[in-house]
């Protein structure tokens, strides 16, 4: 992906990692391929993401900047204790 963009528009010098999923049950009730799948993205994707994209930033004349959010749409957490 930051070869093709790179490629067409030039050096990357803005990088906001905005990715997240939030499976809409009970912590109690996920199983592994769901939690993975929110790691996958919530976590590991923006990591590599942003570990990528510094390090064109730190090469000689390169400079830019990161930022990592992560939104809810304004939903309540998904995440909640067992009621068990």
Do not use: H, W
Not at 57 to 76: I, K, L, Y
């Amino acid at each position: 992906m930051f070869d093709r963009v790179e490629a067409e528009l030039g050096p990357v010098e803005i990088l906001v990692n905005n990715a997240g999923i939030e499976p809409r049950a009970d912590v109690c009730d996920f199983d592994e391929a769901t939690y993975d799948a929110v790691m996958a993205t919530n976590l590991k994707g923006a990591f590599f993401c942003a570990q990528r994209a510094l390090r064109k930033m730190r090469e000689p004349a390169g400079d830019g900047s990161s930022m990592s959010r992560r939104s809810t749409n304004s939903r309540p957490p998904a995440f909640r204790p067992s009621t068990a």
